[in-house]
C-alpha cells in the first residue's frame, strides 16, 4: 500500500465548476501536510499547507482529518489557469520535512 | 531572489556510465533534499542534507547513488553506472529549517 494515495483523475471539468480532490495516507505519526501543484514539465510548488481547523486561500479550501488519516482540497469557480497536477503531500515527524508525495491527481478545466 | 538551480536541465547518457547532477539552493538555506520523480509518479525521497552532513539517506535506492554537499550549499548527486532504469527527473529543493522547501527545476535523465 502507498502511503499517500489520490485518484490519479484525470478530472475534466468546465470552468466555474467546483471540484474536490481527496487524499489518504498511512502513517498517523505524520506531522505536517500540503498540496502542492505541478505543471506539465515543471517542478512542484506549494499551493497551501492544511491544517486540522480547515483552512481556506481564496478559491481554495483544505482540510484535514487526521483520525481517518484523509486530507482534501476543494476548488471553486474553476479557472482554466487551474488546470495542472495536484499533489498531496505528508511531511515526516523527525523535526524536518521529508516529504512523501501522491502520485497526483490531474485536473483539466475546460472553456 | 534568485530561486533553486539545477544543472544540467537535460542528461543523455548510455547505460552504465557515471552521471554527476547538481543543485545550487537559495542561499542562506540549511537543509538541502534531493528527489526523483518518474513518469505518472509524485516525487520521491532521495537524501536530506543539514548543513554539510547527510542527515537521512533512507531514500537511496542501491549504492551506485552517492550524494555530497561539501561546504553546506552546493549539491551534487552521484550516480554510477547507471541503468536505464534509472532514468527520472530528479529534482532539488531547499528549505530554511523545516520550513516550506522549494524546488528547482530538475534534471531530465535519460539512460540509453
Known amino acids: 500500500r502507498k502511503e499517500v494515495e489520490q485518484d490519479p483523475g484525470p478530472f475534466n471539468v468546465p470552468e466555474g465548476a467546483t471540484v474536490a480532490f481527496n487524499c489518504t495516507y498511512s502513517?498517523?505519526?505524520?506531522?505536517?501536510f500540503f498540496w502542492y501543484r505541478q505543471d506539465c514539465r515543471k517542478e512542484p510548488k506549494l499551493l497551501m499547507s492544511?491544517?486540522?481547523s480547515g483552512n481556506e486561500d481564496g478559491r481554495f479550501t483544505a482540510q484535514l482529518n487526521r483520525a481517518s488519516q484523509y486530507i482534501s482540497l476543494l476548488i471553486r469557480d474553476s479557472k482554466l489557469s487551474d488546470s495542472a497536477t495536484y499533489l498531496c503531500v505528508v511531511g515526516g515527524s523527525g523535526g524536518y520535512n521529508k516529504l512523501i508525495f501522491g502520485a497526483g491527481t490531474r485536473l483539466a478545466v475546460h472553456p | 531572489g534568485a530561486g533553486v538551480s539545477q544543472t544540467p536541465s537535460n542528461k543523455v547518457t548510455e547505460k552504465g556510465k557515471y552521471v554527476e547532477l547538481r543543485c545550487d539552493p537559495i542561499?542562506?538555506?540549511?537543509?538541502l533534499y534531493w528527489y526523483r520523480q518518474s513518469l505518472g509518479q509524485g516525487p520521491e525521497f532521495l537524501i536530506y542534507?543539514?548543513?554539510?552532513?547527510?542527515?537521512?539517506d533512507s531514500g537511496l535506492p542501491n549504492d551506485r547513488f552517492f550524494a555530497v554537499r561539501p561546504e553546506g550549499s552546493v549539491s551534487t548527486l552521484k550516480i554510477q553506472r547507471t541503468e536505464r532504469g534509472d532514468s527520472a527527473v530528479y529534482l532539488c529543493a531547499s528549505s530554511s529549517g523545516a520550513d516550506t522547501q522549494y524546488f528547482g527545476p530538475g534534471t531530465r535523465l535519460t539512460v540509453l
Open positions: 502513517n498517523s505519526a505524520s506531522q505536517s
Open positions: 542534507f543539514q548543513g554539510t552532513g547527510a542527515a537521512d
Open positions: 542561499s542562506g538555506h540549511t537543509a
Open positions: 492544511v491544517y486540522s
